[in-house]
């Protein structure tokens, strides 16, 4: 079955440190890959998407890149702020198992001053 | 237009009480999913309806939950006999017919569940 694998957190930078979260998945299918943020006391909210290989998603400051040959999608920004302290979940869809979804286990992110 | 919405927003419920939560999906979105969000994990898969096909029901964990989703718009999750490993935040989000090779999800504010 699919399956997303996130680094572990929780990861703690200091403001304006470049970021990365790695995210690798296992699909049957060609997936859509997705990355969710979910600030504190808020829902989660969709923050970048890419849909084919080599596909960059960003928004935000932040990239990922659809590595089909490394089948990862590693999130990215170059100067983090404490405002994007937050939860990050790294997803893919499937259309092959009927456009069902698969989360990785999230990874909190803290910012500092 | 609106977005996903959700109720109740909390829950207090004492062990063993049934419990009923609600979701509205976007409009004319075919996909709803259910999750359980338990306080600093990730998301917990429930089940999963897409259109008129019968839903994927591996993600419930037990025979005490159930969903229903009525003419393919709004959906119930049903938890018998409340636990208090049930409290969570249950999450719902939406996601609209295959368009462009995605399915992005919208998500619910949640009902956060107590069990006491």
């Known amino acids: 079955g699919n399956s997303v694998t996130q680094m572990e957190g929780p990861v703690t930078l200091s403001e304006e440190a470049f970021l990365t979260i790695n995210c690798t998945y296992t699909a049957t299918g060609y997936p859509s890959l997705f990355w969710y943020v979910q600030y504190p006391g808020e829902g989660l909210q969709l923050l970048l998407k890419a849909t084919k290989a080599d596909d960059k998603g960003s928004n935000k400051g932040f990239e990922a890149t659809y590595r089909k040959e490394t089948t990862s999608f590693h999130l990215e920004k170059g100067s983090v702020q404490v405002s994007d302290s937050a939860v990050y979940f790294c997803?893919?869809?499937?259309?092959?198992?009927?456009?069902?979804?698969?989360f990785g286990d999230g990874t909190t992110l803290t910012v500092k001053p | 237009g609106a977005g996903v919405s959700q109720s109740p927003s909390n829950k207090v419920t004492e062990k063993g009480k049934d419990v009923e939560l609600r979701c509205d999906p976007i409009s004319g979105h075919t996909a709803l999913y259910w999750y359980r969000q338990s306080l600093g994990q990730g998301l917990e898969f429930l089940i999963y309806f897409q259109g008129n096909s019968a839903p994927d029901k591996s993600g419930l964990p037990s025979d005490r939950f159930s969903a229903e989703r009525t003419g393919g718009s709004v959906s119930t999750l049903t938890i018998q006999r409340t636990q208090q490993e049930d409290s969570a935040v249950y999450l719902c989000a939406s996601s609209p017919t295959f368009s462009g090779g995605t399915y992005e999800q919208y998500f619910g504010p949640g009902t956060r569940l107590t069990v006491t």
């Open positions: 997803a893919l869809s499937d259309l092959t198992n009927a456009g069902k979804s698969t």
